[in-house]
């Protein structure tokens, strides 16, 4: 079973060769590899599994993805 979260692309880069993001999940930020998802821009949304983008989400299937991980956190919180 692999898990692949859900962030929106800040900005792109070039390191040694390879495309890049800043990714956004929902206030924490962090570095992924855009080369599997070559035409991913600024401002698209992005699906993210071991450090790879693996597709791009469009926004409103984004916000259900982010959507029910804020219900899980809530759940689990309650436990």
């Known amino acids: 079973m692999c898990l692949a979260i859900p962030g929106k692309i800040i900005e792109t880069s070039r390191e040694t060769g390879l ?4 990714i956004d999940y929902g206030g924490t930020i ?3 590899c ?3 998802v070559p035409d991913a821009a ?3 949304y992005v699906l993210v599994h071991a450090g ?3 597709t791009v989400l ?3 299937e ?3 993805s982010l959507a029910a991980w804020q ?3 809530e759940k689990v919180a309650s436990l």
């Open 19 to 22: 495309k890049m993001g800043r």
């Open 30 to 32: 962090n570095r992924a």
């Open 34 to 36: 855009l080369e599997y």
């Open 42 to 44: 600024a401002g698209q």
């Open 52 to 54: 790879f983008a693996i």
């Open 58 to 60: 469009d926004e409103e």
């Open 62 to 64: 984004a916000k259900k």
């Open 71 to 73: 219900e899980l956190q």
